[in-house]
Structures are given as C-alpha cells and as structure tokens.
Antibody
Framework: EVQVVESGGGLIQPGGSLRLSCAAS????????MSWVRQAPGKGLAWVSG???????YYADSVKGRFTISRDNSKNALYLQMNSLRADDTAVYYC????????????WGQGTLVTVSS | DIQMTQSPSSVSASIGDRVTITCRAS??????LAWYQQKPGKAPNLLIY???SLHSGVPSRFSGSGSGTEFTLTISSLQPEDFATYYC?????????FGQGTKLEIK
C-alpha cells in the first residue's frame, strides 16, 4: 500500500530552523517526483518545493534561499530543511507524490503543522 | 511564474444540482491541469488529471474540460459528500501553482 507520513512539525521562534521528514512506503521516492505543499490556517494550497528523479530541485519564490528539499534513498524518505523561518511560514505542510498522470499529485500525507511564533 | 485563478470563490448549491467551476491560467499550460477536492482537516484528494482524465475511484459525475488557459470542473449531480473545497493546479512547469480554491456549500 502506498503511504506517505510527515513528521517534524512544531512550534519554532522566528528566525529558527526546522527539518520536516516524509517517510514513504509502497513505492520508491527516488523513482518519483516528490513535492512539499503547504496550507496556512484558513487559506488555500501553496506549492513549496519539488525534487525530480534526477535530483534536480525546485522552489517557490517565497522560500527560495531559505528552504532545501532533499531525499535519502536508503531510508526512502523526503526532507524539507527550513531556515530563517518567518511568521508567514506557519502552515500545515504536506508531502505529496507526483505519481498521477500529467504530474498530478496522487498520494498525500496527513500533514504536519509548523507554527512560527515568539 | 504561472498564476491560476478560480471562479467563483464560493458557490451554494443543492443536492442534485449541476455545478461548474472555472480555472484560468495566466499563460498556456496545454493540458497540464489537475483538480483536487479537500474536506476540512484532511489532505487534498486527486479528482482529475491531464484536464479531463478521471483519477481511479472518482465517481463519473465529476468531469473536466478545457485547454490552453481556460479549464472547467463540472459535477453533474451534487451528492452530500461533494460539499468541500476544490482546487485546480498547473503542472506544466515549475514553480507549480494552485488556484485559490472554490468552496462548495449546501444551499
């Protein structure tokens, strides 16, 4: 069964760092494009970052230079290193597999909440 | 970057109604358009990919159409479980982007 499970969220002060993890099962992260998507409280979905099968990485302008996406093929896991966190980074962060047709996201995790506040 | 604009932002409808949601892209995205349904407190679920292809397990009352810059999601006969928020997404090029969402409410 295909499953992705996020972890690592929590309360962090502005300027701090946090690393989110996404544990995948039932498929290989190295063989799929993967993305992080976030949703601020009461707001819509916002694509954050993606990594392709070749290891190329992509970022939304709002996080470029502060966030880093990576994967560990041996652990079958995806990560999002978040530095210089700001209040407007507060959101539920979802990990998603880009395994549907035309690069659509067919499997999503349950999300992990990141709250940036002093 | 490609901007996605959905309309309306919210719509009220009754069980059995036909509902159409529109999504416009700021530039051509061919058929690289997906639709998702999200219920409160839950992750989004894929409904339609490549503009008009139904994802596995999605009821046939959902359909999608369009190309280029204008796309639509149609629900032919609303069921109680369809009341949710719907998002379009372009995957034509990075950075990917979502529409702002359309909340479908019970009239």
């Amino acid at each position: 069964e295909v499953q992705v499970v996020e972890s690592g969220g929590g309360l962090i002060q502005p300027g701090g760092s946090l690393r989110l993890s996404c544990a995948a099962s039932g498929f290989s992260v190295s063989s799929n494009y993967m993305s992080w998507v976030r949703q601020a409280p009461g707001k819509g979905l916002a694509w954050v970052s993606g990594i392709d099968t070749a290891g190329n990485t992509y970022y939304a302008d709002s996080v470029k230079g502060r966030f880093t996406i990576s994967r560990d093929n041996s652990k079958n896991a995806l990560y999002l290193q978040m530095n210089s966190l700001r209040a407007d980074d507060t959101a539920v962060y979802y990990c998603a597999r880009e395994g549907g047709g035309a690069s659509s996201f067919d499997y999503w995790g349950q999300g992990t909440l990141v709250t940036v506040s002093s | 970057d490609i901007q996605m604009t959905q309309s309306p932002s919210s719509v009220s409808a009754s069980i059995g109604d036909r509902v159409t949601i529109t999504c416009r892209a700021s530039q051509g995205i061919s058929s690289w358009l997906a639709w998702y349904q999200q219920k409160p407190g839950k992750a989004p679920n894929l409904l339609i990919y490549a503009t008009s292809s139904l994802h596995s397990g999605v009821p046939s009352r959902f359909s999608g159409s369009g190309s280029g810059t204008e796309f639509t999601l149609t629900i032919s006969s609303l069921q109680p479980e369809d009341f949710a928020t719907y998002y379009c997404q372009q995957t034509n090029r990075f950075p990917y982007s979502f529409g702002q969402g359309t909340k479908l409410e019970i009239k």
